[in-house]
């Protein structure tokens, strides 16, 4: 259960993040989770929560981005794959297939509200 | 009113910075760093304690090892007369670069050939920290079943060689070794497979000489 750890990291790098905009409060915060980051999205809600719990930041959204890996057929290109499923051959020529990406654990937007309520961080 | 800021870093940022200090730094001294992640019981530190028995002759070595509670790996690794120094985590399930740092300060090593990371006991928690090392080590032991790879893709998507270990059980248990090779190459297609055994010596040549040629070609 790592999920804690990583939920007080992107905890405190959108807190550095509002404080370098001049502070506030946090509203919502997006992250992008990949299919391969062995980061378990509900888990990370769970620990988004405790996380936040007692701070400044308690009733802040999280908003998980799920990134799937794709699987890849040399010749063929790209082939579908069920959810949590590893198709180990290409279905039309049967070469082994290889797997891209999904590797995604990445913060990418903060959303908060200015101390004082003024608009003068809109930059 | 609110705000909206575009950020774009890595969530482990901080870890991720901590990692590419102590990278330069084993450049700068020409280390090899390793860091071997398995399940509990895939034997990591047996695996260790082979590779150790024919590299330390000729190499100077050192040895972190991870763990929740205890200082049994650190104390089998110093019966060797080699250097271990045990990290205890206190119920973290994972290794972290700022932890290494810290270690090595504690440690007191000085400049190594080859330095060997043991992380605690997990192939989830680990994957996604930075240590600085020059390539991830996942070891799967036979005993543990053919489907692993599979079910827990984001280690051996990331780990440039994995070791299917405990190999002189092959005759005893029913492990489908080609099947796992198949899978462990979908997930990493540029990944190198071993098989090998600590306990009869299989496979620990070219294990030993992988890492000869890379230390080798690090130091130019």
């Known amino acids: 259960m790592h999920e804690t750890g990583i939920a007080l990291e992107i905890l405190r790098v959108s807190q550095e993040t509002v404080a370098r905009q001049g502070g506030g409060r946090l509203v919502r915060v997006k992250v992008a989770v990949g299919e391969l980051s062995a980061v378990e999205p509900e888990l990370l809600g769970y620990a988004w929560e405790a996380a936040t719990a007692g701070t400044s930041a308690q009733g802040a959204a999280l908003e998980v981005a799920f990134c799937p890996a794709t699987e890849r057929c040399p010749s063929c290109g790209p082939v579908p794959r069920p959810p949590g499923v590893w198709v180990p051959s290409c279905p039309s020529c049967g070469l082994p297939l290889q797997v891209e990406g999904g590797m995604e654990l990445d913060l990418l937007q903060v959303e908060f509200e200015p101390d004082g309520g003024g608009r003068d961080h809109d930059s | ?220």
């Open chain 2, 1 to 220: 009113m609110t705000t909206t800021a575009d950020v774009r870093t890595q969530v482990l940022e901080a870890n991720r910075r901590a990692a590419e200090a102590l990278r330069q730094r084993f450049a700068r001294e020409g280390t090899l760093a390793l860091n071997l992640i398995s399940s509990p019981g895939a034997g990591k530190t047996t695996l260790l304690e082979a590779t150790l028995a024919a590299l330390a002759p000729r190499f100077k070595v050192g040895v972190l090892v991870g763990d929740v509670a205890t200082e049994r790996d650190a104390e089998r690794i110093r019966r060797l007369g080699l250097p271990a120094y045990q990290i205890l985590t206190g119920g973290a399930c994972h290794l972290d670069a700022r932890q290494v740092e810290g270690a090595l300060a504690q440690a007191g090593f000085g400049a190594l050939d080859l330095l060997f990371i043991e992380n605690v006991g997990n192939l989830i928690c680990p994957t996604n920290y930075d240590l600085g090392e020059d390539f991830k080590v996942v070891l799967l032991s036979l005993t543990e079943g053919d489907d692993k790879p599979s079910k827990y893709p984001a280690i051996f998507a990331r780990a440039q060689v994995a070791l299917l270990t405990k190999m002189d059980l092959a005759p005893v248990v029913e492990f489908d070794l080609e099947g796992v090779e198949r899978q462990i190459r979908t997930l990493n297609p540029r990944g190198e497979i071993f098989r090998l055994s600590a306990r009869s010596g299989e496979g620990m040549e070219a294990w030993c000489r992988r890492l000869e040629r890379q230390l080798a070609a690090k130091r130019g």
